[in-house]
């Protein structure tokens, strides 16, 4: 089970962290992500960390602006986004993936979890 946390609204400019705690003893074992769904758009990949934290993948849009990072003894993964735009606004979603490598498919990622919504403000 994914639980997130750390949604709101936020102005233009501003910035949010993004929090997913995991239940699985083995999450360490698991490639992390996130995804979001604007409004009235298809679901699209945001980010996503190796089981060590060597390797992250970010889709083009939040490249510079998004970090993902996980900590692994405390079962949690981050979402740190700054520079907000307004076309951030989202459900943003934790997933965890089944496969060994990074992959942005969206079928590769098995388990989801309830999702948190961002707001940024014009």
């Known amino acids: 089970q994914l639980v997130e946390s750390g949604g709101g609204l936020v102005q233009t400019g501003g910035s949010l962290r993004l929090s997913c705690l995991s239940s699985a003893r083995t999450f360490s074992s698991y490639i992390m992500g996130w995804f979001r769904q604007a409004p009235g758009k298809e679901r699209e990949f945001v980010a996503a960390i190796n089981r060590n934290s060597f390797s992250t993948s970010y889709a083009d849009s939040v490249k510079g602006r998004f970090t993902i990072s996980r900590d692994n003894a405390k079962n949690t993964v981050y979402l740190q986004m700054d520079s907000l735009k307004p076309e951030d606004t989202a459900v943003y979603y934790c997933?965890?993936?089944?496969?060994?490598?990074?992959?942005?498919?969206?079928?590769?990622?098995?388990?989801w979890g309830q999702g948190t919504l961002v707001t940024v403000s014009s």
């Open positions: 997933v965890r993936s089944r496969n060994n490598r990074i992959l942005h498919s969206s079928d590769v990622y098995d388990v």
